[in-house]
């Protein structure tokens, strides 16, 4: 069974068809006895004792089905289930062939291996739910200390990032004094919309965590409204740049409400690391039936081949710093992809690729 097929059946149901042919095996031995023997007690509480540890088996796949196992995870425990038989089955065979060995009586060893086998099964099974559980226990802790990585990053990153904005647009309004209305107007309208913005990443910081941590159910998200946002938004705060937008509206995607730092961070980083007079973006949405593709480019130095490779990774260092970072992250929890090239107009292209609501 390849990858895709074991991400989509559960494990759960191998383990309880083993059980259920263990049990037929134990009433097969069962009629085969009542033919053979005059008595009925013996094979009755045979049979009694091997559909004990059958069912036992049948309960611990009906276990894993219930349980919030990965499926992967399902499949090991069935793996558990399969090698305990096996074991046993080879420690009784062994046992048998010594018997034989020493010149002692053989009798009828099917049920011996049968109880075996299934005791085998038995305690695969319930180990192997066991370990399980323990590797996702890991796993989830060491997610959790992924996720408060990543939070730090994003709240330093998105903070700092926001008050050197403030603070520049600060600054100027000081040089320049004295200023006309107009003018003053536009700076401090500026002022005060980064810092309702910083107010409003303190306060939307939960859904942020709730995404990376795995907490937050992806549903439908509209697109067209969180690119139109994000592009005004750089607009405001950038007056000096150029942003051009060709978003058709009633896009949606399967992602959370997170997405908007997504592109709040690759416009930033668009005009920022522009060293031209004037920076010039485009923002591009190609619309399919299963996924979204939104194309962030601009006419900025570049990305050398050579360094993309390692763009995307957790650093405070470097150009990009951990803006990309948290892109990359965040477009990975929305089961999509992100990717650079260079743009037509010799500067980079990040697309953002997700799945369609």
């Known amino acids: 069974m390849d990858s895709g097929a074991l991400n989509r059946a559960n494990g759960g149901w191998a383990v309880v068809a083993l059980g259920t042919l263990l049990g037929a095996g134990f009433v097969w031995n069962f009629l ?30 009906a276990l894993v089905l219930r349980s919030d196992l990965s499926r992967p995870a399902t499949w090991r425990v069935a793996a558990w289930a399969g090698g305990g038989l096996v074991l046993a089955a080879i420690t009784n065979g062994l046992t048998v062939l010594i018997r034989v060995a020493e010149g002692r009586p053989l009798g009828e060893p099917q049920l ?33 200390r992924e996720s408060l990585r990543f939070l730090n990053s994003l709240l330093r990153h998105e903070l700092l990032n926001g008050l ?54 992806l549903g439908a998200v509209d697109l067209s409204a969180i690119l139109h946002d994000r592009v005004e938004s750089a607009r405001e705060t950038f007056p000096a740049a150029e942003v051009e937008a060709d978003v058709p509206d009633g896009v949606t995607v399967r ?47 570049g990305i050398p081949e050579g360094e993309r490779e390692g763009l995307f990774e957790a650093s405070s260092e470097g150009a990009h710093g951990v803006g990309l970072y948290i892109v990359a992250s965040l477009v990975e929890q929305f089961e999509g992809d992100v990717e650079v090239a260079e743009s037509e107009a010799g500067g980079a292209a990040f697309t953002v690729t997700l799945p369609t609501a």
Do not use: Q, Y
């Not at 085969?32 to 049948?58: I, T």
């Not at 401090?188 to 306060?203: F, G, N, W």
């Not at 004037?278 to 979204?292: K, M």
């Open 164 to 217: 050197t904005i403030v603070s520049g647009n600060a600054a100027r309004l000081r040089a320049d004094c004295p200023l006309d209305e107009a003018e003053m107007a536009e700076r401090t309208a500026v002022i005060e919309d980064r810092s309702e913005e910083m107010a409003t990443l303190v306060r939307d910081l939960r859904p942020v965590a709730r995404t990376f941590g795995g907490d937050e159910d």
């Open 112 to 144: 011996p291996l049968l109880v075996g086998g299934s005791s085998g099964a038995l305690a695969g099974a319930l180990l192997g739910v066991l370990n399980a559980k323990l590797a996702d226990a890991k796993r989830s802790a060491e997610h959790s």
């Open 255 to 301: 992602a959370t409400e997170a997405l908007s730092h997504v592109f709040e961070n690759l416009l930033v980083n668009a005009i920022e690391h522009n060293e031209g007079e004037t920076a010039r973006v485009w923002v591009s949405v190609d619309a399919g039936p299963e996924t979204v593709r939104v194309t962030v480019a601009d006419d900025g130095p």
């Open 32 to 61: 085969r006895e009542l033919r053979r023997l005059d008595v009925v007690g013996p094979p009755v509480l045979a049979l009694l004792l091997g559909l004990a540890v059958a069912a036992g088996v049948v309960a611990a796949g």
